[in-house]
């Protein structure tokens, strides 16, 4: 009697394992055009920033590639505007925001996802609904607000408004909805509180959801021209994208390459800080996803 000698299965993949080619072909050139359009500007103003004065940015002589690069419009933009009070101002915003919003969503979202206390279904959909109203439309109660409170021209009127957002509340909730009901009651038989429940059950296993409220946050507070520049006033309070603006106006002589260079600057930290954290990023979009 003889037996069947069963193949090894191959490690290797195949090309019919990712689909027909001319599928594959089309899903690549979906994903180049989509990479383009993405990175295609921020590669654009790199370079045109590394373009020398007689280069043109714009125009039918215009090339994408500097003939002659030169750090010049860098070193204009520190020369003509305080880079380095800006940058200071947008920490502090940016640091208030983080702080304020990691303490208010997580305790908020930890509360959203206790079942069992009345209100719980009607304050969710409020935080729903809120997210449907633009900025712009609640823009001008904000400014009256922050306004009697003596908030005008200072960092602290910056970051007020946006202390907490509804939207990484419901990021918190369905990451802690997410751990199991039966490691809470384990944790509770073992004489747990609420609060180191909290703190060393809930908290450790969002971390992902953590780094994505983090990074949120970080590009909001950072990237935000419009409130600063209702708010703002005085120079030495300004944050670095409103401040980075002052070099389109005439007194600086308008230098196509030096506001190229300003943007370059302000979008780096963003570049970087999402390299570093990406992995976390990823992994806290899924595990936060909202659940009803």
């Known amino acids: 009697m003889t037996t069947a000698v069963r193949r090894p299965r191959r490690l290797v993949p195949r090309w019919r394992d990712y689909g027909r080619p001319r599928e594959l072909v089309v899903r690549y050139l979906l994903l180049l055009l989509i990479l383009g359009l993405t990175v295609g500007p921020l590669l654009w103003q790199l370079l045109a920033s590394l373009k020398s004065t007689g280069e043109d940015v714009f125009g039918a002589n215009a090339t994408l590639l500097p003939r002659h690069p030169t750090l010049r419009a860098y070193r204009e933009v520190f020369e003509q ?3 380095a009070t800006y940058i200071r101002n947008s920490l502090i915003v940016v640091a208030l925001s983080i702080a304020s919003q990691l303490v208010f969503s997580t305790t908020a979202g930890y ?3 206790k079942p069992g206390w009345k209100g719980r279904r009607a304050v969710w959909v409020v935080l729903v609904a809120s997210m449907m109203f633009p900025f712009e439309s609640i823009m001008v109660s904000l400014f009256l607000s922050i306004r009697d409170l003596g908030l005008v021209d200072n960092l602290v009127g910056v970051w007020l408004p946006g202390f907490v957002g509804a939207i990484n509340v419901l990021l918190m909730r369905g990451a802690f909805l997410a751990v199991p009901r039966e490691i809470e009651d384990s ?3 073992d004489g747990a509180g609420e609060w180191q429940r909290f703190r060393h059950l809930y908290l450790p296993s969002a971390w992902g ?3 994505v409220v983090v990074i949120n946050t ?7 021209f419009l409130w600063p520049l209702i708010v703002l006033r005085s120079e030495n309070h300004m944050t670095l994208t409103l401040g980075l603006s002052r070099l389109q106006s005439s007194s600086f002589g308008y230098d196509q390459r030096v506001v190229m260079a300003g943007s370059v600057i302000s ?3 963003v570049l970087l800080l ?3 954290t990406q992995r976390w990023f990823y992994k806290g979009v899924s595990s936060g996803a909202v659940k009803l």
């Open 111 to 113: 509360m959203l996802s």
């Open 267 to 269: 979008i780096v930290p």
């Open 187 to 189: 944790a509770m038989l």
């Open 81 to 83: 505007v305080p880079v």
């Open 218 to 224: 970080f590009i909001s507070a950072w990237d935000d």
């Open 209 to 211: 959801a953590i780094t």
């Open 274 to 276: 999402f390299v570093i």
